[in-house]
């Protein structure tokens, strides 16, 4: 799913955001995207996210790093997999990709696993986004 959101969304600017970095690196090197994560030093993630902004970077993919602290306007596709732990961290991440920009347009994807307690999860924090 996360292949044919990416390929859907090419030419959006796009975060993909997973529960930790082993998932991060998996999908950054099966597509080919930046990680943005701990492990990478500070310097770097600035200059990583200079790329993005400037739309030389379509795609990043984080564990943790851009859930707080970090405004990313330019960012107009959010993918989220292996859902957030919980409705803060949910927010957080939803709120990275929502952040406004004249003329914008945002979409959220939260990837779950049907018939798993991820759905009712998901339910729940989708809800406490509308109240």
């Given amino acids: 799913m996360v292949?044919?959101?990416?390929?859907?969304?090419?030419a959006s600017r796009?975060?993909?955001?997973?529960?930790?970095?082993p998932t991060a690196y998996a999908i950054s090197r099966a597509h080919l995207i930046m990680p943005l994560?701990?492990?990478i030093k500070r310097k770097e993630r600035e200059r990583v996210l200079s790329l993005f902004r400037e739309g030389?970077?379509?795609?990043?993919?984080?564990?943790?790093v851009l859930n707080e602290g970090l405004d990313v306007p330019e960012a107009e596709v959010g993918i989220i997999?292996?859902?957030?732990r919980g409705e803060r961290e949910h927010v957080q991440r939803v709120g990275r990709v929502l952040r406004p920009r004249?003329?914008?347009?945002?979409?959220?994807?939260?990837?779950?696993v049907r018939a798993t307690t991820e759905v009712g999860q998901s339910r729940k924090?989708?809800?406490?986004l509308a109240a």
């Fill in 81 to 84: 997999v292996a859902s957030s």
């Fill in 14 to 21: 796009t975060i993909v955001f997973t529960a930790d970095n």
């Fill in 37 to 39: 994560t701990c492990d």
């Fill in 125 to 128: 924090r989708r809800s406490a």
């Fill in 3 to 10: 292949a044919t959101l990416l390929d859907r969304h090419r």
């Fill in 102 to 112: 004249p003329g914008k347009h945002a979409l959220v994807y939260e990837l779950v």
């Fill in 56 to 64: 030389t970077l379509r795609a990043l993919v984080s564990a943790q």
